[in-house]
């Protein structure tokens, strides 16, 4: 019986040797294959980023652009509020819609302002 473990333990190098090699010689020579690939695919980028570096100028004139273009929503959205506070509206019909849909006051003085007093209007704007 103990021959036969020795076989058994040298058949078993045998197998393990065998898988040993294939594994260096088949698997590792992919792995850097891969990595290469992807250490040239992060080159491209950065080399491509590097390509769009912005100049001051640029950046000087988009922030411009997004100023005046915020001012101008700005002025617009004062003037709008102005119009608004111009309409005259009802007490009355203020609370009539803050009943009918459960809503505070400036909700309701808001929405009856857009829709220029009319009760109606209002109301099935704020349903919808």
Do not use: F
Request: aromatic fraction near 0%.
């Amino acid at each position: 019986v103990p021959g036969q473990d020795a076989n058994m333990a040298a058949e078993g190098d045998v197998d393990l040797d065998l898988e040993a090699e294939e594994n260096c010689t088949g698997k590792p020579a992919e792995k850097p294959r891969k990595h290469d690939s992807g250490a040239a695919d992060l080159e491209r980028v950065t080399d491509y980023a590097e390509e769009k570096e912005i100049s001051s100028s640029d950046l000087e004139t988009a922030m411009s652009v997004i100023g005046d273009r915020r001012s101008r929503e700005q002025k617009a959205k004062q003037e709008r509020e102005k119009e608004l506070a111009k309409v005259t509206i009802k007490k009355e019909d203020v609370e009539l819609i803050m009943g009918e849909m459960e809503i505070p006051r400036g909700v309701a003085e808001r929405s009856l302002r857009e829709h220029m007093g009319n009760v109606v209007e209002a109301l099935i704007a704020l349903t919808n």
